[in-house]
């Protein structure tokens, strides 16, 4: 056993504290979220940062999910993030196979590709063209524009380019085409891959609330971001919420609401990560290392 010296030692001290100040200031928000959303007004008002409940009080809570508009946008988020991933997923892993193998104009269609990534149409142009699909104030304009991640694209090429072309080989040689040696030798070894770029896609399409501000005029597709957004920063919490809030003699603050809003927005994405952490870290490692 290695023994460490006394530079080590401080070195690898230094690391723990440095480590644990990170994490304390990645927890410090989501603990004030948390003391706010369960806090009364009067409690709220005297204490200038308050890190624990003194009096716990859910109003906040039960005037926000009596709510029949933040259940619907709680639902709309979630199809858009599960069709979207899904979406998104299967045109990136069946391009970045395809740019993978040999095929003509390879050269020319990964030049598109990195052309993407470095210029884009713009805002307007971007919008004209969903309005002429007929993709305007529909919850398809929040998933068909962003189908393809040009980054993960190509990530996720260097990926299938890392797969031994023995296997390729030996899948030929027992009659498979490329579809069934995409499907059942490809895809079963990029299952870490895979839920790394889930991941990331499933975060991208739960936060985002700029296209539903863009293209949907209709409130009731509105996302859950987009009613976060009206409660927050707008400051109009019960416009937001609808007439269907819960009526109560003495409403809960608008502080409060906001922050048990901002932490029932957050808390479902957070609850998928910890299912795929195995495959999101060994996915992240061979994305990066491999190529």
Sequence with gaps: MHRQSAPERLLSSLNYILLFLIGALMIFPFLYIFSVSFSSLSDYMSNDLLLWPKHWVADAYSYILSSKNFIRSLGVTVFITVAGTIVNLFFTATMAYALSRPVKGQRVLLFFVLFTILFNAGMIPTYLIVKATGLLNTLWALIIPSAI?????????????SIPEE??????MDGANEIQIFWKVVLPLSKPALAAFGLFYAVLHWNNYFAGILYLNDPALWPIQV??????LVNEPNAALGSSAQLLE????PETIQMAAILLATLPILLVYPFLQKHFAKGVMLGSVKG
């Design 250 to 253: 003495n409403p809960p603050p």
């Design 167 to 172: 296997l390729h080989d030996a899948a030929v």
């Design 227 to 232: 009613v976060l957004r009206q409660i927050v």
């Design 149 to 161: 991640s040009p980054f993960y694209l190509i990530v996720m090429r260097q990926f299938f380019a």
